[in-house]
């Protein structure tokens, strides 16, 4: 039987900076446990940009826990498996399988999906729950604790009040700030580039459903359908210091894109030749240092304003939504406020601190220089032992609260 979560006290207000997936999922998850929850977001219209990302077991249960998993099958994709291959010839490096046996083992099924599909159903169930409670055009600048309440200001000038504000504003968060600091951005050396292919375009059996993750010297290439297999996403990691900017909505040159994957396997020559010349984007990934403190007594951090992390193993979304559902168990389970967030810190920094930790690690080791190397480094790390073991099998909805 599904757990039922329902709030020790309705009558308190949460407040949410951010309207991104993370902060949406935390959104759904305290209005379904009862809370009063607001949420202000910078921009004027709710939308998602980006491609494809990549939903495991330990998130998905979160998502069917908020009702999602009759439509999250509408717009997605159940991949076979997820392989590892070499850039030149496609050989078979490591596989971890996924679909059946990814339900089977872990209780719930791996999706591809598009960023936008799945925003927009969070959205939507955070509206069924409480219409009217997302404000447009309400960039968080900062926050007053104030002796029974939490105030927060908007850049218009705005304060709202309420019981718990939660930052889920990203990775320039302006509510960690006022927590942790101000963390710079550090450039990792790494650019990525994406684009998505209508699959129309593509040569007849292109590609199986699966998630292919092409390695090679200095760069990888990751394949997979999306948007129940109408889409092929592309996504290009090169080791460059010749693109530093930090944005989703930035292009580049369809040139160069060949350009740095020139020599590659011919799927890949294939793929980069079909995609549209006007819509290379490419951004440089930055880090930021992992937060040290999460909390104060009415405040805290959620995703990537915690622990941004390199997309290396596919779990930067996962952490988030898996954050949102430890937070609301943490405030369901305790009467104080400052104590549910010392609970919910305390269950999520070391696992989400790992997670960053392997995906820098996961970036060098598709980054190497042969195949005796990689075939060597694959061996070593064993990535389908290692996400079955702590990664996709951890269960948010009933993992203990120590």
Not at 66 to 72: C, D, H
Not at 296 to 317: E, K, N, V
Request: net charge neutral; glycine share 6%; proline share 2%.
């Amino acid at each position: 039987m599904q757990q039922v979560l329902r709030a020790n006290d309705f009558n308190k207000k949460v407040l949410v900076a951010g309207a991104g997936i993370g902060g949406l999922t935390a959104a759904a998850c305290l209005l379904q446990a009862g809370y009063d929850v607001e949420i202000y977001e910078a921009a004027s219209e709710l939308a998602e940009i980006g491609a494809g990302i990549q939903i495991s077991a330990n998130a998905a249960k979160v998502l069917h826990h908020l009702g999602l998993a009759e439509e999250l099958e509408k717009v997605s994709v159940r991949p076979k498996a997820l392989e590892f291959r070499l850039y030149s010839n496609a050989e078979l490096l490591h596989e971890v399988p996924l679909s059946k046996r990814h339900t089977e083992q872990y209780g719930a099924p791996y999706y591809h999906i598009h960023r936008a599909d799945l925003h927009t159903l969070l959205m939507k169930k955070v509206l069924s729950l409480r219409p009217n409670c997302i404000f447009l055009n309400a960039r968080a600048v900062g926050f007053k604790e104030l002796d029974t309440q939490v105030q927060l200001q908007l850049a218009d000038g705005r304060m709202v009040n309420g019981d718990l504000l939660i930052g889920a504003d990203g990775v320039r968060s302006e509510i960690r700030k006022q927590i942790v600091g101000d963390a710079q951005a550090k450039f990792t050396g790494y650019s990525a580039w994406r684009a998505t292919i209508p699959v129309e375009r593509l040569p007849v059996n292109f590609m199986d459903r699966v998630a292919t993750l092409w390695c090679g010297p200095e760069r990888h290439v990751v394949m997979y359908y999306l948007c129940a297999g109408k889409l092929l996403n592309f996504v290009g990691i090169v080791e460059s210091e010749d693109w530093q900017e930090e944005s989703w909505v930035s292009k580049s040159s369809w040139q160069e894109l060949k350009k740095d994957f020139a020599g590659w396997h011919r799927d890949i020559q294939t793929a980069i030749d079909l995609i549209d010349k006007n819509e290379c984007y490419r951004w440089a990934l930055n880090v930021r240092e992992t937060a040290s403190k999460w909390s104060i007594a009415r405040a805290t951090l959620l995703g990537d304003s915690a622990h941004a992390t390199l997309p290396f193993m596919a779990q930067g979304a996962a952490m988030a939504i898996e954050d949102a559902m430890i937070l609301t168990r943490s405030l369901v389970s305790c009467t104080d406020i400052d104590v549910a967030l010392d609970v919910y810190q305390r269950n999520r920094m070391a696992r989400t601190t790992k997670i960053v930790q392997g995906s820098a690690e996961s970036g060098q080791l598709y980054h190497l220089a042969t195949a005796e190397e990689f075939q060597a480094g694959f061996a070593k790390r064993n990535m389908a032992k290692e996400l079955s073991s702590w990664v996709y099998s951890y269960d948010p909805l009933v993992a203990p609260l120590v």
